[in-house]
C-alpha cells in the first residue's frame, strides 16, 4: 500500500531526471523554482526597545500601529527572553545559537570571531542571498553575507557614516531613517529574485543617548506619561548589587542624556530644529529649580520622552518596510520577526538601562509573522529565547540545524503546537563587571513561578530569590526565608543541572 502511494511521485521524478539528461534548461527552470519557494526570511531588531514600549504589548505610554501589525496578523510572544542582556553579547547568542561562554564573545569589549559558524552561513550555503543592515556592534567585519552596510560601532543618530564590503559611506540624514532607505534601496535594485532571502534589519534606536529625528521632536511635549509604580523603589528587599549599581534615573542620567547641553553630529540645519524644541524646555527647567522627587519625576519625563520618540521613528520607519513588501508581494512568502537585543528600564525601579537577570532586562519582545502558517492574533505563553532563532531559521528555511546549537527552533510554536519536552526553565548569565553602570556578575535559572539569581563577584557571594506569582515586581528576596527552603533548593538543583547541560562552568 505505501508503494503505490509513493509511486507517482516516483515516476514524476524520473520524468524529471530523464528530461534534464537532455535539457539542462528545463532542470535548472525547475530547480530555481523549488528554491524560490522557500520563505524569506526578515529579522528586525531594535536595540533596548522593551516590551512595555509596545502597544501590542499593552503599553500605557505610546502607540505602535506598525509594529504592532507583525502581531495582529501574526503572533505575540510573552515568554521570550535573553541568555546575557547586553548588545554585543546578545547579537552573537542570535548569530551562533551558542551561550556567550560558547561563542566568546561575553562582554561589548570582546572581538565576535567571525570564522565561526553562524546561521548567515550555513543559509548563505544552503543558497539563500544574505544581507545585514543598520547596527553590527560586534567589533569585526560581518562574514555570511552577501552585502552588508552597517554603522561602525554603536554609530551615531545622525548622519552616520556606515561600513559596507566597498568601504565606508558617509551618509546625511537620520539613522533610522538611513538604515531603511539602505534596505530598500538592496531590495529593489539588487535582491536576486531567483533565491530566498536572509536579511537582518537592526536599528540603533532607541539606544542612550535618545535623539529623536527631527519629526519626532516635538512628540509627547504636551503629555505627561505615567510613572512606573517602582520609580522610587529603594531597593530594601534585595541584596548588595542592587543597591551599589550605576543606572539611577535619579543620579546616573548625565546632561547630555538629558539634552542639557548642545548635541554632537547635527549638522547646522538640524541644530536649528534642535534649539527650537529644547531652547524653551530647557530655559523652563532652569527657571523652574527642582529638587528632590520632583526633580526625579522630570529627569523620567525627560528621558523617557526622547526614549520613546526614538521608538516612534522606528515603528514608522519598520511601517515603510512592511508596506513595500506587501506592494511588492513579497509579504505573501516572507517570515518577519520582529525583538529587540533585550528589555530596557524605562524607570521601573528607578533605572534605564539592562544587564540584569530582572524581568524588565531579561525578558525581550518578540513578534513573528508567517502568512498561512501563524495563526493571526495567537499569542504564546511558552519560554522562549534568543537563544532560538538561529534554529528557527534554519528550520525555516529546510536546513539541518548543527548538533553544537543550543537552542530550540521555534517553528513548532509558530505552527500553535507546543512539544510535550519544551523547556520549563531558562539559564542566564551576565558578566560585564567591572563595566558600565556596575551591574554586578551573575547567573540564575527562571520557572514559571521562581527565580533564583546567583551574585558571584569575589567581594560579592549574595544570592536571591523570588516568588514571581506573589511578587511579580521583585521587591523583595526570599531567599533567606524557611517557607521556600524547599523551592529554593529545587531551583539550585535545576541551575546545575542547566550549568551541566549547557557547559558552563565560567564564573
Known amino acids: 500500500m505505501t508503494t503505490n502511494h509513493l509511486r507517482p511521485r516516483s515516476f514524476l521524478w524520473l520524468a524529471l531526471w530523464t528530461i534534464s539528461l537532455g535539457s539542462g534548461t528545463l532542470w535548472s527552470t525547475f530547480s530555481r523554482s523549488a528554491h524560490a519557494a522557500r520563505p524569506n526570511i526578515l529579522f528586525i531588531m531594535a536595540d533596548d526597545h522593551g516590551y512595555q514600549a509596545l502597544s501590542c504589548y499593552g503599553s500605557r505610554l505610546n502607540r505602535t500601529p506598525n509594529l ?70 560586534l567589533r569585526s567585519t560581518p562574514t555570511g553575507f552577501d552585502y552588508y552596510h552597517i554603522l561602525i560601532g554603536q554609530g551615531p543618530y545622525y548622519n552616520p557614516t556606515m561600513l559596507t564590503p566597498e568601504g565606508r559611506v558617509k551618509h546625511t540624514g537620520y539613522t533610522t531613517e538611513v538604515i531603511t532607505d539602505e534596505l530598500l534601496k538592496w531590495f529593489q535594485n539588487d535582491r536576486d529574485p531567483n533565491k530566498p532571502f536572509f536579511v537582518m534589519y537592526h536599528h540603533k534606536a532607541p539606544h542612550r543617548n535618545w535623539q529623536p529625528g527631527p519629526k519626532y521632536l516635538h512628540h ?27 543606572m539611577m534615573v535619579a543620579r546616573d542620567l548625565n546632561p547630555n542624556d538629558l539634552k542639557l547641553v548642545p548635541q554632537r553630529g547635527l549638522n547646522p540645519e538640524q541644530r536649528k530644529l534642535w ?87 531579561f525578558r525581550t519582545p518578540l513578534m513573528v509573522r508567517w502568512p498561512e502558517v501563524i495563526k493571526p492574533g495567537s499569542v504564546n505563553t511558552d519560554f522562549a529565547m534568543n537563544l532560538d532563532f538561529a534554529e528557527t531559521f534554519l528550520e525555516i528555511a529546510g536546513v539541518a540545524v548543527p548538533n553544537d546549537m543550543q537552542g530550540r527552533s521555534l517553528v513548532p510554536l509558530l505552527k500553535g503546537e507546543t512539544p510535550s519536552d519544551w523547556r520549563q526553565s531558562m539559564y542566564y548569565h551576565y558578566y560585564e563587571y567591572p563595566g558600565p553602570h556596575s551591574v554586578r556578575r551573575h547567573y540564575g535559572v527562571r520557572t514559571k513561578r521562581y527565580k533564583l539569581i546567583h551574585f558571584y563577584e569575589p567581594e560579592v557571594n549574595e544570592w536571591e530569590f523570588y516568588d514571581l506569582e506573589k511578587d511579580p515586581d521583585e521587591l523583595h528576596s526570599v531567599y533567606d526565608d524557611p517557607e521556600y527552603a524547599e523551592a529554593v533548593a529545587e531551583l ?5 543541572r542547566l550549568r551541566k547541560q549547557y557547559g558552563d562552568d565560567t564564573r
Not at 501574526?74 to 552573537?92: K, L, Q
Not at 517602582?230 to 548588595?240: A, M, N
Not at 520613546?308 to 520607519?317: P, Q, S
Open 220 to 246: 509627547y511635549d504636551d503629555v505627561t506619561l505615567p510613572e512606573p509604580a517602582t520609580l522610587f523603589d529603594d531597593y530594601s528587599g534585595r541584596s548588595t548589587p542592587a543597591k551599589t549599581q550605576k
Open 68 to 137: 504592532d501589525r507583525i502581531a495582529s496578523e501574526g503572533m505575540r510572544f510573552d515568554r521570550c527572553y535573553v541568555t546575557n542582556s547586553i548588545c554585543g553579547p546578545s547579537r552573537a547568542v542570535i548569530l551562533t545559537g551558542k551561550y556567550s561562554h560558547l561563542n566568546g564573545f561575553r562582554t561589548n569589549r570582546d572581538r565576535f570571531d567571525g570564522s565561526q559558524q553562524t546561521v548567515a552561513k550555513l543559509l548563505q550555503k544552503a543558497g539563500y542571498q544574505t544581507a545585514m543592515f543598520g547596527k553590527w556592534h
Open 275 to 361: 534649539d527650537a524644541a529644547y531652547g524653551p524646555k530647557n530655559e523652563a527647567f532652569k527657571k523652574a529649580n527642582l529638587s528632590g522627587r520632583e526633580l526625579v519625576r522630570w529627569k523620567y519625563q525627560r528621558f523617557a520622552k526622547d526614549y520613546l520618540r526614538c521608538i516612534d521613528a522606528v515603528d514608522d520607519n519598520v511601517g515603510r518596510v512592511l508596506d513595500y513588501l506587501d506592494q511588492s508581494g513579497l509579504a505573501k512568502n516572507t517570515v518577519v520577526f520582529y525583538t529587540s537585543d533585550q528589555g530596557w528600564y524605562l524607570g521601573e525601579h528607578g533605572w534605564f538601562d539592562k544587564r540584569w537577570m530582572y524581568e524588565e532586562s
Open 492 to 496: 539550585k538543583r535545576e541551575l546545575a
